[in-house]
């Protein structure tokens, strides 16, 4: 893109997310927010897939959510006629900037983005957001360095997540009959295998987690409910609890005393409430890291999430209980 346009000049504008994890768009989202505020005309949609989607048409700053009909991450040499299919779909509405804060670089994402914009894209590679988009910088400030460019003035870094009526209901309701008032949040697992606990480390961390003196909720999809429920079913004072939505995950990590996760969304729904959080991170990177001054890192084995020095995790723990 030879010149960037201004903010105030652009009535039509593509969001493109190149990733399914529902933690990078909660990363996004200060994005949206900062275009709908500096320019309350613009159109803004975006078109994405995974779980982003229940996601981002719940964000009041997007006008339309487009979903892609991809399963999965995108990677080399994968889904060309589906990517070529749905540019070409999306260069119909045509578009006056497309945008792409993601890491994704790959030759089919490439050219999905010039078949749905033409010239008028703006990314991290073909127009480098330099300087505050370096690539070791953290997610969020690839959508500030974005936002800067087009002329949108001190743009924050905040994530919106919202929590709709009926979640907030669910989660006070099931608190109030089980006589809870704060808890930890145990979250077991990451979106892959490898960032996944095992019942071991799940057992010792729960009884590391006694020292806290509350209960322990363990939010699960209701399709695992049955498979976690055999691993916590002689843990003391810890409830498994299958979340209904995303929403109401989100709800369950705002009202936390302290958050437990590996590396998965809840790291970052939980910065997005700044909230006391442990997180184990198997493959950390400053990008994915949680942007976040109450979460505290514990370093794993890259191929396995449960291998790690209990000892950090002691330090750690201790770190964030004199801040509760």
């Known amino acids: 893109m030879k010149q960037i346009p201004h903010i105030r000049d652009l009535h039509n504008i593509l969001v493109l997310r190149g990733e399914g994890s529902l933690g990078d768009a909660v990363i996004s989202s200060c994005c949206y927010r900062g275009l709908k505020r500096a320019n309350p005309a613009a159109k803004i949609s975006v ?4 779980s982003n989607y229940e996601f981002l048409k719940n964000n009041p700053y997007i006008d339309t959510v487009i979903k892609l009909p991809i399963p999965k991450l995108i990677r080399p040499n994968q889904r060309w006629l589906t990517l070529i299919w749905q540019g070409l779909k999306l260069r119909r509405y045509h578009f006056d900037l497309v945008l792409d804060s993601s890491d ?20 991290c590679f073909t127009s ?70 095992s019942a071991a480390t799940l057992h010792k961390l ?81 990008y994915n890291a949680p942007d976040n001054p109450r979460a505290l890192i514990v370093q794993t084995d890259r191929a396995d999430v449960n291998k790690f020095d209990w000892k950090a995790v002691e330090t750690q723990l201790q770190a964030l209980q004199k801040t509760l």
């Not at 979640?167 to 295998?193: C, M, Y």
């Open 47 to 50: 078109a994405c897939f995974g």
């Open 128 to 197: 480098p957001v330099q300087p505050f988009g370096a690539p070791h910088a953290h997610g969020s400030t690839h959508e500030q360095a974005i936002l800067k460019l087009l002329g949108v003035e001190n743009p924050d870094k905040t994530y919106d997540l919202p929590v709709p009526p009926k979640d907030a209901r669910e989660v006070e309701t099931w608190l109030q009959t089980h006589h809870i008032k704060d808890f930890i949040l145990l979250n077991p697992s990451g979106s892959v295998e490898k960032r996944r606990f």
């Open 206 to 286: 729960c009884e590391l987690l006694t020292r806290f003196q509350c209960p322990l909720i363990v939010p699960v999809m209701p399709s695992m409910q049955k498979h976690w429920q055999t691993i916590f079913n002689d843990v003391p004072n810890t409830y498994v609890k299958p979340t209904q939505s995303i929403f109401e995950l989100f709800e369950w990590v705002r009202r936390a005393k302290l958050v437990i996760t590996p590396d998965t969304s809840v790291v970052h729904i939980a910065a997005g409430f700044q909230k006391p959080t442990l997180v184990f991170y198997n493959s950390y990177s400053v």
């Open 104 to 123: 994704k670089d790959y030759k089919n994402w490439r050219l999905f983005k010039w078949l749905a914009g033409g010239k008028h894209v703006l990314d």
